[in-house]
């Protein structure tokens, strides 16, 4: 922890910038802890922000997390009140659907080993349903391709305490709508918008942060300010090469009737994920079936000091994906899920992750100011968190040590080889470049 970071006191004015997952759910839990805190958010756009890491039709929530017992238990955590949220809104934000998770090869890989032992470990054996390659087949026909070309071991997480599956899929925009109203009522103030609502800079009296600087030029005044700007993060604070952002690729399908009946009752997947990284859902209730992948990502880097930034369709009207991206889908899927083949890509669309070196958040002060927290580094992982993030990120703002804050903390981590080499999305002369919406058809490329 940073030594002469103190906690706010009671009635302190509180910044947080970016109106994303980590920033709402940290204004709900402020708002929500009897401090009197007067909290306002910015952001610069309207929530849910339409290029925001967490603005989405769907987000996986799941409680597999190989080795990692505290995201285990966070995830548990979040899904209990992800069904309370259920109650309360009239759109449902969770949807209990089941995961199936599966190797290649006739055993699972280590990381879902290390899944299955500490679920097992922590005494939800009986969720656990292994399966081998018949079974997959016998239960998911459309899987048949797959078990054939060696996806043959996998396991379905089932069913959790209270006879609800602890896994499955958050609307992830619902869910932000849902958050953003708590807070409302909560009576957290709200300035949004490109110019008035946009962090331009920190306002500093030497070291101590002392509130921020928006884009209109206006000057707000805190106690604290916390920076929740997602994969923005390190294009406006330095993060010093912790954090950068990454590109990830994300494609809708619109299948035919037919197909529809086909896919009848598809979990969540993941299909040979810690080799593949490939990644798909349910067809929804408009018809859209969503497939991504997560993986090394693609870089955007500015001029200048080359650090990436985030290059969407609000930033850059009518971009899609890049070639290779859908060259990529198309193969996998080709031999994953066949049905696909026929179907144009519909929609498609780059997401940006706040990746950092070891895959953890980062949400700790930052080590070269006070009254400054940053809460990035969600590395593809957090929305699934969005119901207690903010409770744990509260409690870094709180000064509070426990085992989430220190896992948490600043850290100096080395990188390891290539961590910063990573394809563009683009370039200047165009031989990296971005598919045409008739490219992203299921026969022209
Ligand atoms: C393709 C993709 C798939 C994912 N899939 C999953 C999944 O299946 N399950 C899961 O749990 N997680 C998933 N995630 C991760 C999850 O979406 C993120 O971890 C989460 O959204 C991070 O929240 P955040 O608040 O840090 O960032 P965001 O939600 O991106 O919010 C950041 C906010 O900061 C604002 N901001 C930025 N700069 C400024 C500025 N200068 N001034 C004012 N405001 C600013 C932005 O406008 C934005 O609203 C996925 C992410 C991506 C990209």
Redesign the pocket.
């Known amino acids: 922890m940073n030594s002469t970071y103190q906690a706010p006191t009671p009635g302190s004015k509180i910044i947080i ?7 709402l759910s940290t204004a709900l839990a402020l708002s929500s802890a009897n401090k009197n805190y007067r909290i306002t958010v ?4 309207s929530i849910p ?1 339409r290029d ?3 603005n989405d039709i769907s ?3 799941r409680m597999d997390y190989g080795s990692s017992k505290l995201n285990m238990q966070l995830a548990i955590d979040s899904i209990d009140i992800w069904n309370q949220w259920n109650q309360e809104s009239s759109i449902p934000v969770y949807h209990n659907t089941g995961m199936l998770i599966f190797s290649g090869g006739a055993t699972l890989c280590e990381n879902e080993q290390q899944s299955l032992f500490h679920i097992r470990n922590a005494g939800h054996g009986d969720w656990i349903e292994e399966l081998n390659g018949d079974q997959i087949q016998q239960r998911y026909p459309y899987l048949e391709n797959a078990v054939r070309s060696g996806l043959s071991s996998g396991y379905y997480n089932k069913v959790g305490g209270n006879n609800y599956v602890r896994k499955g899929w958050c609307n ?1 925009a619902e869910a932000i709508k849902l958050v953003y109203q708590k807070c409302k009522n909560n009576g957290v103030q709200f300035i949004l918008g490109k110019e008035s ?3 331009e800079s920190l306002l500093c009296k030497e070291r101590s942060v002392v509130g921020i600087k928006t884009k209109d030029g206006v000057s707000h005044q805190a106690d604290r300010v916390i920076m ?5 993060t390190p294009s ?1 604070i330095d993060m010093k090469k912790q954090v950068i952002a990454t590109g ?1 690729v ?1 494609i809708h399908f619109r299948p035919s009737e037919k197909i529809k009946a086909f896919l009848k009752d598809m979990p969540v997947w993941f299909g040979d994920f810690s080799r593949s990284g490939f990644y798909g859902f349910p067809i929804n209730k408009d018809g859209i079936m969503k497939v ?1 992948k997560h993986s090394t990502g693609y870089l955007n880097p500015r001029k200048g000091d080359r650090v990436s930034v985030p290059r969407t369709q609000s930033t850059h009207e009518g971009d899609t994906i890049p070639v290779r991206a859908v060259q990529d889908f198309r193969e996998y899927l080709k031999v994953f899920l066949p049905v696909t083949e026929e179907l144009d890509i519909t929609y498609a669309r780059v ?4 990746d950092s070196i070891d895959g953890e958040f980062i949400i700790a002060p930052h080590p070269d100011y006070d009254n400054l927290v940053v809460a ?1 580094g ?1 590395s ?5 968190f969005l119901p207690m993030i903010g409770t744990r990120i509260a409690q870094v703002v709180e000064n509070i040590d426990n085992e989430y804050t220190r896992a948490w903390a600043w850290r100096t981590v080395e990188p390891r080889a290539g961590f910063y080499d990573r394809p563009l999305l683009v370039d200047e002369n165009q031989t990296v470049r971005m598919v045409t919406p008739s490219e992203l058809r299921s026969s022209k490329l």
């Open positions: 910038v970016g109106g994303g997952c980590f920033g910015y952001d610069r756009e922000v925001a890491a967490s987000k996986v929530v992830s609502g946009h962090f929740a700007t997602g994969s923005w406006v990830q994300v991504a997401c940006w992750y706040a990035t969600d593809g992982h957090a929305m699934k």
